[in-house]
């Protein structure tokens, strides 16, 4: 069983930071797996641990038209 986790995000978009802020998820996330950020999908690119906490870098998922 999964237990909560915060986590602290830095979102990219075009390689700019866009966002950031904290999360609360069922686990913590592995790099190439998705999160919901503001009712988007985002892949998390990268997982540190810094200051005490998770840090996540999240990049938007691109749908493939």
Same mark, same amino acid.
């Given at each position: 069983? %999964?237990?909560? *986790?915060?986590? *602290?995000?830095?979102?990219?978009?075009? +390689?700019? /930071?866009?966002?950031?802020?904290?999360?609360?998820? &069922?686990?913590?996330?592995? *790099? +190439?797996? @998705? !999160?919901? =950020? %503001? +009712?988007? =999908? #985002?892949?998390?690119?990268? !997982? &540190?641990?810094?200051?005490? &906490?998770? !840090?996540? @870098? /999240? &990049?938007?998922? #691109?749908?493939?038209?």
């Amino acid at each position: 069983m %999964n237990e909560q *986790v915060t986590c *602290v995000y830095r979102a990219y978009d075009d +390689g700019a /930071l866009v966002a950031t802020g904290r999360l609360m998820l &069922e686990g913590l996330p592995s *790099v +190439g797996e @998705e !999160v919901r =950020l %503001n +009712g988007r =999908l #985002h892949v998390v690119r990268a !997982v &540190e641990y810094g200051g005490g &906490e998770h !840090v996540l @870098e /999240l &990049e938007p998922r #691109h749908t493939q038209r």
